[in-house]
């Protein structure tokens, strides 16, 4: 019998900082998009593999933050599901090789890592057949895709044999082109990466205790030679060897950097609920407002709805358009391209564009909610997300979705264009191109 298991590294509360505000109130990996946590995606794709029988999510997020999540998870997909909590960052293959008893146990036949700040429409049973074909020397295979030549530089670059998919040269990030091929932070291992990862950690070990490490006598050397980054330390010296192989998808792919990455996110997730998951999204809603109990809104394809939300029967949604928990919106409102939060309150007749609402946050009546498109160029054949900085090289914030952080209150006729408002703020007035601290 076949025995797979998963792991999904979440990092911890120090990275994410792109994702701020919205990562200063929720862990990024459970930030929902399309209505579920980012990695409940992932595990949705676990559990469509037969023979997977656990999942195993390694990060430095206190405990307190991911356990809640952690039985519901179990309780709705019956999947063992295990948090391992890293002493300290340790690395993109140090975490993987800390617990690396843990995903040993049992011993299965191969274990696929994924990164949790990657969504995808994942094709995780064609990347476990092509692993398997492979033959007994592939040790790692990596699920890539194509960009287009200047955003490549951003990511994993590799070439290929074009007859046996055998990695041959990669790169993390490199200067220069070297490929359109990317890496997608999706793998399948065997465990036999364990003795590869190991001889590296073994390396920078004896190399700290000789003196040659960075170790400064403060006690940071057991984590520096504990820290192993598996595209620079783990993939690049596996090409040309015959143990690596890549397996090009043309499914959607996105990492999650950006809080404009989301609404991205959001729209691709909708239209995967369309083609495998229909009942996930809204076609009518009904309406709890007014006296006409059977009153529809208008949906404009694809919405998500949590069942618990309140929208008023001449609200307008869509298209991609995800509403959460117990969140009212009123008469005449219009949503469109954006994500509203858990408590969120929408005041008649306001405009929500390319925009996230954060939690408990209030948008009074006739106010204008609005953000640029940061979706990737239609025009380009293999586009991704771009990630920008949050400023340009003369010191001016680059255009982007307007973001509310969580207990947000904007007044009646107010307008926020491209504005980024921190969290618990009581705004006054209109804003445009800011970051309201």
Not at 64 to 72: A, E, R, S
Request: proline content about 6%; glycine content about 8%.
């Amino acid at each position: 019998m076949v025995l797979l298991k998963a792991v999904i590294l979440i990092g911890g509360s120090q990275k994410g900082t792109r994702f701020r505000p919205l990562s200063l109130d929720i862990p990024k990996p459970l930030f929902p998009v399309a209505g579920l946590p980012v990695i409940q995606h992932h595990i949705e794709a676990c559990t469509s593999v037969e023979g997977l029988q656990e999942i195993l999510l390694i990060g430095y997020y206190p405990i307190t933050q991911i356990q809640g999540f952690i039985n519901d998870m179990q309780n709705q997909y019956h999947v063992n599901i295990r948090y391992l909590q890293e002493f300290t960052a340790l690395g993109t293959a140090g975490g993987i090789y800390h617990f690396r008893d843990q995903i040993r146990l049992g011993n299965p036949s191969a274990f696929f890592v994924m990164n949790g700040d990657v969504c995808a429409d994942f094709p995780l049973v064609d990347l476990y057949k092509f692993h398997k074909h492979s033959g007994p020397a592939c040790i790692a295979t990596i699920l890539t895709t194509e960009a287009t030549r200047q955003q490549s530089l951003n990511y994993g670059c590799m070439v290929t044999d074009k007859s046996t998919s055998e990695v041959r040269h990669y790169v993390e990030k490199p200067s220069s082109y070297v490929s359109a091929l990317i890496n997608c932070g999706t793998y399948c291992f065997s465990v036999d990466i364990f003795q590869i990862i190991g001889e590296i950690f073994h390396m920078k070990q004896d190399d700290y205790l000789k003196g040659n490490g960075n170790g400064n006598g403060n006690g940071n050397g057991a984590k520096e030679a504990g820290y192993i980054q598996l595209e620079q330390e783990v993939l690049a010296p596996l090409a040309a060897t015959g143990k690596l192989f890549a397996f090009q998808t043309t499914n959607w792919w996105s990492q999650l950097k950006t809080a404009g990455a989301a609404i991205y996110a959001n729209k691709h997730y909708l239209e995967l609920y369309r083609a495998k998951k229909p009942e996930r999204l809204s076609q009518s809603i009904l309406s709890a407002a007014g006296d006409n109990q059977s009153a529809k809104c208008r949906i404009i394809n694809d919405v998500y709805v949590h069942p618990s939300a309140t929208i008023h029967p001449t609200a307008v949604l869509g298209p991609n358009v995800s509403i959460g928990p117990e969140v009212t919106i009123g008469p005449g409102v219009r949503i469109r391209e954006s994500i509203v939060l858990a408590k969120a309150t929408i005041e008649d007749h306001s405009l929500i564009l390319h925009s996230i609402i954060g939690q408990n946050s209030h948008v009074g009546r006739w106010a204008r909610i609005e953000g640029t498109p940061s979706d990737p160029d239609p025009n380009k054949p293999f586009a991704k997300m771009e990630n920008p900085p949050l400023f340009n090289e003369n010191g001016r914030l680059n255009p982007s979705i307007t973001i509310l952080g969580c207990s947000v209150s904007v007044p009646s006729e107010m307008v926020l264009l491209n504005t980024i408002v921190l969290p618990n703020k009581e705004l006054s007035r209109s804003f445009k191109n800011e970051i309201i601290l």
